[in-house]
């Protein structure tokens, strides 16, 4: 399992890296492409974090200096983030929503800003909603998976006769 998600996070990221090569120097530099189980697990939690968050079209930018402070690895990372996809984005959107509005309620604007200007109210209720719903949904699902890769790794690292 660990060397098809090695050979897809090769494949796609070769390119993004061959673009940016200042990044792909900074990168090694943090061992963002480290295999060890804890960069792996890292990796994939702050992917997925940022993944189910309403964030799409500055995911990456928010995942690679997570990686870079956090030491996680990059790639799966970034494939990590796919979890947001055309497919899932409008369910996601709609639990963000609603999960948040469990939370939030009323105008978050003033009451002559709401008046004055309805469709903002609207907007800004709307994206506080989902940003709240997404980190009670990303927060807790991110940690799990951290753990949950970990065990993964490690046994298939074990089964394999690597690290005992």
Request: proline share 5%; with cysteine.
């Amino acid at each position: 399992m660990l060397d098809r998600l090695r050979r897809l996070a090769k494949s796609k990221m070769r390119r993004w890296l061959r673009e940016n090569p200042r990044s792909l120097s900074r990168l090694r530099q943090f061992r963002c492409f480290s295999m060890d189980p804890e960069a792996v697990s890292r990796g994939f939690a702050i992917g997925l974090f940022f993944g189910l968050t309403p964030t799409v079209g500055f995911q990456t930018f928010m995942v690679l200096p997570s990686c870079l402070i956090l030491r996680g690895n990059f790639a799966l990372a970034f494939m990590a983030t796919w979890v947001s996809n055309p497919l899932t984005i409008v369910p996601l959107y709609w639990a963000f929503s609603q999960l948040g509005g469990l939370f939030i309620s009323g105008s978050v604007l003033s009451p002559a800003t709401a008046a004055a200007w309805p469709a903002l109210q609207f907007v800004t209720a709307g994206t506080l909603k989902m940003l709240v719903g997404s980190v009670f949904i990303a927060g807790p699902l991110s940690i799990l998976a951290y753990f949950i890769i970990f065990r993964i790794v490690t046994q298939d690292t074990d089964y394999r006769g690597g690290a005992h």
